[in-house]
Antibody, heavy 126, light 109 residues
Framework: QVQLQESGPGLVKPSETLSVKCTVS????????WSWIRQPPGKGLEWIGY???????NYNPSLKSRVTMSIDTSKNQFSLKLSSVTAADTAVYYC????????????????????WGQGTTVTVSS | EIVMTQSPATLSVSPGERATLSCRAS??????LAWYQQKPGQPPRLLIY???TRATGIPARFSGSGSETEFTLTISSLQSEDFAVYYC???????????FGQGTRVEIK
């Protein structure tokens, strides 16, 4: 049973860099994509981006200039950094397994984001 | 960039009734669409992927349909535990990306 657990600072000052980590247990990080999603208080879900075991990333264009994702396969962890934060970045940050399989002939098939962490709340305030 | 639009924003339904939720993509996404359920204080839960395939452990009263730009999530007979917010999400291989709709809240009538 794969489980994800986010860890973060809780409080970040405006203009600083937000850092959140996700630890994967019960399975290997060396397959699938691994996504970050956030949810501001009382609002909907926003996909931030994903990373795979090789370090290949894809970011939401609206956040791309401020986002950096990394992965540590030896620790089964992946991380998110969001720079120059403002109050608008206050949200619950979730990590999720973005389940993909590579079918014969190299075709990718996606099974959705099927495992989620409980989320970590990050507040941007001075 | 593909934009996902859900309707209605809020759906009021009595227990035992059918609920029909809509999701529209700004351009064709084939069947690359998932549905999620979220309850207060919890992370989202995957219901449907591939537009119509139920995820593991999801009851048969949940069904998805559609392709390209028009999708529907149907809950055939609402149970008390189904009152929640539902999100659609597209996923594309090329250009790579994902996007969520803004959500539909299903509330007790």
């Amino acid at each position: 049973q794969v489980q994800l657990q986010e860890s973060g600072p809780g409080l970040v000052k405006p203009s600083e860099t937000l850092s959140v980590k996700c630890t994967v247990s019960g399975g290997s990080i060396s397959s699938h994509y691994w996504s970050w999603i956030r949810q501001p208080p009382g609002k909907g879900l926003e996909w931030i981006g994903y990373i795979d075991y090789s370090g290949t990333t894809n970011y939401n264009p609206s956040l791309k200039s401020r986002v950096t994702m990394s992965i540590d396969t030896s620790k089964n962890q992946f991380s998110l950094k969001l720079s120059s934060v403002t109050a608008a970045d206050t949200a619950v940050y979730y990590c999720a397994r973005d389940h993909k399989e590579v079918l014969p002939l190299g075709v990718y098939y996606f099974y959705g984001m099927d495992v989620w962490g409980q989320g970590t709340t990050v507040t941007v305030s001075s | 960039e593909i934009v996902m639009t859900q309707s209605p924003a809020t759906l009021s339904v009595s227990p035992g009734e059918r609920a029909t939720l809509s999701c529209r993509a700004s351009q064709g996404v084939r069947s690359n669409l998932a549905w999620y359920q979220q309850k207060p204080g919890q992370p989202p839960r995957l219901l449907i992927y591939g537009a119509s395939t139920r995820a593991t452990g999801i009851p048969a009263r949940f069904s998805g349909s559609g392709s390209e730009t028009e999708f529907t999530l149907t809950i055939s007979s609402l149970q008390s535990e189904d009152f929640a917010v539902y999100y659609c999400q597209h996923y594309s291989i090329w250009p790579p990306g994902r996007a969520f709709g803004q959500g539909t809240r299903v509330e007790i009538k």
